[in-house]
């Protein structure tokens, strides 16, 4: 799959997820093709369908130069806020060695030794060719997305994405370099409900790779969403098509509820937001978190 490479208009954009100001996509589009992804809907100005989720990229190769010229029209009281890479696309997928759009970007937010938190949200280990401006930033943070600890269930999922054994050596790797982190459960599989034992194994890992706090979420099985997951759970044994029939009640989801406090306590992790993030009350949500601030 050959990437397109565009000029983008703009860059820095305001977030629309809660707890993000602004959020930064270097790529349209995102090689990994995770099967549950919330972002398929990425590609529409393109005229790309949600089917065809994985097999493009569009490289936006003007990134660097846009984030040099928009820092510096950004007035210092903007600068305070929560900077994302990425919400709609992984900052490190494998065109990333090749374009080094998020590294040139990264290098911009040093320049101006941006004040407010950098957040970088990924699934693979090349976040790690960036420490050194990681640690040099004011206020960095590396969330890895890990979703289980069973590198099957991995690459059946999450497609092309690295495996789930080498996402948790990296949060190892950046938390011997200094590099503050987070693990992000999202989005939090149906089989736990049933086998909470595996929700704890997963737990129990990131203590090991050095993880204190963790981001949840439900999984999101909007209609558009489902399209791709019925493809992928095709052929699949009767109690996993099930398991995420369910995943779409309120009963499942109160059941995962009463499930991870416990296990969180047990390992001694701290959870975001203090809740497991649910895409229907993102708005409720981000009231609860301003009124908070």
């Known amino acids: 799959m050959e990437p397109v490479e565009i000029e983008a208009k703009t860059l820095i954009q305001k977030s629309k997820t809660p707890s993000n100001d602004y959020v930064i996509n270097p790529y349209t589009g995102c ?46 009281h903007k600068r305070q806020g929560t900077m994302l890479l990425s919400s709609v696309t992984d900052p490190y997928q494998g065109h990333e060695k090749k374009y080094r759009l998020t590294r040139g970007i990264l290098r911009e937010l040093d320049a101006v030794a941006y004040p407010g938190l950098v957040r970088i949200l990924t699934k693979s280990p090349l ?29 059946w999922l999450e497609v092309r994405a690295p495996i ?13 370099a200094g590099v503050a982190t987070y693990a992000f459960v999202g989005p939090l599989l149906p089989h736990f409900a049933n086998q909470p034992e595996l929700l704890d194994d997963l737990f129990g890992q990131f203590v090991e790779a050095g993880v204190t706090e ?80």
């Not at 790690?128 to 890895?144: F, N, Y």
């Not at 789930?164 to 011997?176: D, F, P, Q, V, Y």
């Not at 052929?235 to 009463?258: F, I, K, M």
């Not at 991870?260 to 701290?270: D, F, I, Q, S, T």
């Open 31 to 76: 090689v990994f093709g995770c099967a549950y992804c919330f972002a398929s809907f990425a590609g529409r100005q393109f005229g790309r369908s949600v089917q065809e989720w994985g097999d493009y990229l569009y490289v936006k190769r003007n990134a660097v130069e846009l984030a040099r010229k928009e820092l510096a029209k950004m007035p210092e």
């Open 164 to 176: 789930a054994s080498r996402r948790l050596r990296t949060l190892t790797e950046l938390n011997a």
């Open 127 to 155: 976040v790690t060719r960036d420490i050194d401006l990681l640690t040099s930033l004011p206020r960095a943070e590396v969330g890895m997305t890990i979703t289980t600890t069973d590198d099957k269930v991995s690459r």
């Open 214 to 293: 963790v981001f949840m979420e439900h999984i999101n099985l909007k209609r558009y969403i489902r399209e791709r997951m019925d493809q992928v759970l095709t052929g699949e044994p009767e109690e996993v098509r099930e398991a995420y029939v369910q995943a779409r009640s309120a009963e499942h989801r109160e059941q995962l509820d009463a499930i991870v406090p416990e296990l969180l306590a047990k390992h001694g992790l701290r959870l975001r937001f203090d809740e497991v993030v649910h895409h229907d009350d993102n708005d409720a949500l981000r009231q609860r978190l301003a009124s908070n601030a």
